[in-house]
C-alpha cells in the first residue's frame, strides 16, 4: 500500500472517500444508531491511519470489514458493561432500601418493646466493643451505606454486616441490662 511508503495523508484521505460510506453502512448494522455509527466510523478511520502505517493489508476490503465488525462488537460489548453495572448499582441501591427498612422495622419494634430505651442508649453505646459502636453509629445516625462504612473504616463490607448485626444484639442486651437495672433500683426505693 502506498501510504506505508510515502506516509502522505492524501492516500488515507483518498481511502476515506472511497470507503467511509462502507464503514458507515457497516456500522448501522451492527450498531442500529445513526450518531454511534457516524462515530465509530471516525474512529475505525483513525485506528486504520495508525495501523496501516505499519502493516501490509493484502485483501484491504475484507480486512476492513473485519475492523468494521470487531469496533463495533467492542462498542456493544461495552455498552453491554455498562448496563450491567447500571442495573448492578440500582439493585446495589433497592437492597440497601430494603435493607434501611428492616433495619428501621426492627429499630422500631425495639423502641416499642423499651420505651425508655434513650435514657439508656448513650451508656450502652460506651458498654459495647468500639468497633461496634462506630459502625452503628455511622450506619444509623450518620445513614451511610455497608459500602460507605467499609470504604471509610476500611474494612469489607462483610466485615460491616457483621459488627452491625453483633453491635445490635449486644447494644440490645446492654439496653435491657440498664432497663433492669434501673428498675431494680426504682422498686428498692
Known amino acids: 500500500m502506498e501510504y506505508r511508503k510515502t506516509k502522505d495523508q492524501q492516500w488515507m484521505d483518498e481511502l476515506y472517500n472511497r470507503y467511509i460510506h462502507l464503514i458507515f453502512t457497516n ?6 444508531d445513526e450518531q454511534k455509527s457516524k462515530a465509530a466510523s471516525i474512529e475505525i478511520y483513525e485506528k486504520l491511519c495508525l495501523t496501516l502505517k505499519t502493516m501490509e493489508v493484502s485483501n484491504f ?13 467492542n462498542i456493544l460489548r461495552s455498552e453491554k458493561r455498562q448496563q450491567k453495572k ?3 448499582f440500582k439493585k446495589l441501591q433497592e437492597d440497601n432500601y430494603n435493607v434501611y427498612q428492616e433495619e428501621d422495622r426492627v429499630w422500631s419494634t425495639f423502641q416499642e418493646e423499651y420505651p425508655s430505651y434513650e435514657t439508656h442508649l448513650a451508656k450502652a453505646m460506651n458498654l459495647i466493643k468500639k468497633e461496634q459502636s462506630i459502625c452503628l453509629e455511622l450506619f444509623y445516625f450518620e445513614k451511610l451505606t455497608y459500602k460507605e462504612i467499609a470504604a471509610q473504616l476500611q474494612i469489607s463490607t ?5 459488627r452491625l ?11 435491657m441490662e440498664l432497663q433492669k437495672a434501673a428498675s431494680d433500683e426504682h422498686d428498692i426505693h
Not at 27 to 32: E, G, I, P, T
Not at 158 to 162: G, R
Not at 165 to 175: A, C, E, S, T
Open 165 to 175: 448485626q453483633n453491635g445490635r444484639r449486644k447494644l440490645k442486651l446492654k439496653i
Open 61 to 73: 476490503e475484507a480486512w476492513l470489514f473485519f475492523i468494521c465488525k470487531n469496533h463495533c462488537l
Open 27 to 32: 456500522c448501522m448494522s451492527w450498531l442500529r
Open 158 to 162: 462483610t466485615e460491616v454486616k457483621s
Open 86 to 88: 447500571a442495573n448492578d
